[in-house]
């Protein structure tokens, strides 16, 4: 049984600091990895993703992927109180493209 | 915006009754999927498409059955709904191949009584 864990959260953040969000995951194979922000009640919103050990940046947002350690993470930096939502992680292990999802981490800026 | 509508936005129908859900996509885009979204689960897959009449299980798949006639459209079936599919269901598209990030549509919420 392929595997995403991610903490629930809430995730408490003071607004211009610093929320680090973890999610690990069991298949070896994985092979691409994304994060999703999803407001309440809305759809997920693709915001990163990484292919490739090391650091990826964009913008406020980084996402870190460590392969030996079957980790991935999410920096968002200068939190703001628009960033308060949950976060998907998501991994593929396939070129079909099936993907993954943990539970999600319920993060909320306050100002 | 990767063009994808779902329809209907909202439905609520009873225990036995068939129900059919419509993703429609407007980029030509090969690969479709159909997800469900449950408190505690996230999102778990239930059919993938990677072309017209090409199509496979997910994670999820028992109770029901897709089709793809046409390369915009991607169509799931409960063929006799039951209380436990009660959930909201969002379409995705992959703008790539099957490894690329996949866009997704603005959700079904379906209520079976």
């Known amino acids: 049984q392929k595997e995403v864990e991610q903490n629930s959260g809430p995730l408490s953040v003071p607004e211009g600091a610093i929320a680090s969000l973890n999610c690990t995951y069991s298949d070896r194979g994985s092979q691409s990895f994304f994060w999703y922000r999803q407001y309440s009640g809305k759809s997920p919103e693709l915001i990163m993703f990484i292919y490739s050990n090391g650091d990826k940046e964009d913008g406020r947002f980084t996402a870190q992927l460590n392969k030996a350690s079957q980790y991935v993470s999410l920096l968002i930096r200068d939190s703001q109180p628009s960033d308060s939502a949950t976060y998907l992680c998501?991994?593929?292990?396939?070129?079909?493209?099936?993907?993954?999802f943990g539970a999600g981490t319920q993060v909320v800026v306050t100002p | 915006d990767a063009g994808i509508t779902q329809s209907p936005r909202h439905k609520v129908t009873e225990t036995g009754t068939p129900v059919t859900l419509r993703c429609h996509q407007t980029?030509?885009?090969?690969?479709m999927y159909w997800y469900r979204q449950d408190p505690g689960h996230g999102l778990r897959l239930i059919h993938y498409?990677?072309?017209?009449?090409?199509?496979d299980k997910g994670e999820v798949s028992d109770g029901y059955s897709v089709s793809r006639s046409k390369t915009e459209d991607f169509l799931l079936t409960l063929e006799s709904a039951t209380s436990s599919q009660t959930s909201v269901y969002f379409c995705?598209?992959?703008?790539?191949?099957?490894?690329?990030?996949?866009?997704f549509g603005d959700g079904t919420r379906l209520s079976i009584l």
């Open positions: 980029e030509n885009h090969r690969y």
């Open positions: 498409s990677y072309g017209v009449k090409d199509t």
């Open positions: 995705a598209i992959s703008v790539g191949t099957g490894g690329q990030p996949q866009h």
């Open positions: 998501a991994v593929s292990s396939d070129s079909w493209g099936k993907l993954q």
